[in-house]
């Protein structure tokens, strides 16, 4: 189904969107991606996010089994300065669309994925999964706030020759995560670059995992 072009207002301007709904036979709430794009992606031209990765794969598919939106920002912004609306836009989609807001997962590829640590890490009430392409957790993210993702489900890929970032970096994270409790699965592509993500988001096994996660109840110890 063909991705349709949206317009969210915010006090920091307006943020563009790519949406696609859930097949209009659905008859329950669906489960909403929410994908962050890399820097290269940033500007004006929106329609530059369909030409690869989740967005074209969502653009050339039938009707899939969860809501897809991709926010674009402008240049020379990141996802960490875009926190707030970033946020609000999924508030908004959750208050506009048939979606299951314990049913939201947030992916993000290069400086997408360091967004989507950092908002995930915020907001770690408000995920049901987190997926992780081709990028580093942010610096100023410390490892009581990634303990914070212990009872999200997380997928990382990462190119065995991406020379933006070391498979050592990556696996540190993963130690980093595991070590608090967390359920992360890591899968290397050991001849993969840095732009993987046509084959990562391609693959039948991660599209089933986009559909089947729920956000876990966690009990609180009065």
């Not at 563009?16 to 659905?26: G, I, Q, T």
């Not at 709430?29 to 929106?46: K, N, Q, S």
């Not at 074209?56 to 920002?73: C, E, G, K």
């Not at 669309?97 to 947030?106: E, F, K, M």
Request: net charge negative; charged share 20%.
């Amino acid at each position: 189904m063909p991705v349709e072009q949206h317009s969210f207002n915010t006090s920091n301007g307006s943020l563009p969107y790519l949406f696609s709904p859930v097949s209009a036979y659905a008859n329950q709430p669906a489960p909403l991606v929410l994908f962050l794009h890399g820097a290269r992606d940033r500007g004006t031209d929106i329609n530059v996010l369909l030409k690869w990765g989740l967005p074209r794969f969502v653009d050339s598919s039938s009707p899939l089994p969860y809501v897809f939106a991709a926010p674009q920002l402008p240049e020379g912004q990141t996802w960490v300065d875009r926190e707030a609306d970033v946020i609000a836009l999924l508030d908004d989609l959750i208050a506009s669309q048939a979606i299951d807001p314990s049913r939201v997962i947030l992916s993000g590829f290069s400086l997408g994925t360091a967004g989507a640590w950092h908002i995930a890490a915020s907001h770690p009430g408000r995920f049901a999964g987190l997926v992780a392409v081709s990028g580093r957790v942010p610096k100023t993210l410390e490892e009581t706030q990634l303990a914070a993702l212990k009872n999200i489900p997380i997928q990382i890929f990462q190119g065995g020759k991406d020379e933006k970032l070391s498979v050592e970096d990556v696996e540190q994270i993963v130690n980093t995560l595991r070590k608090a409790g967390g359920t992360v699965d890591f899968t290397l592509l050991p001849d993969g670059d840095h732009f993987i993500a046509d084959e990562v988001y391609s693959d039948p096994k991660l599209q089933q995992w986009l559909g089947s996660q729920k956000r876990r109840q966690v009990s609180v110890v009065a």
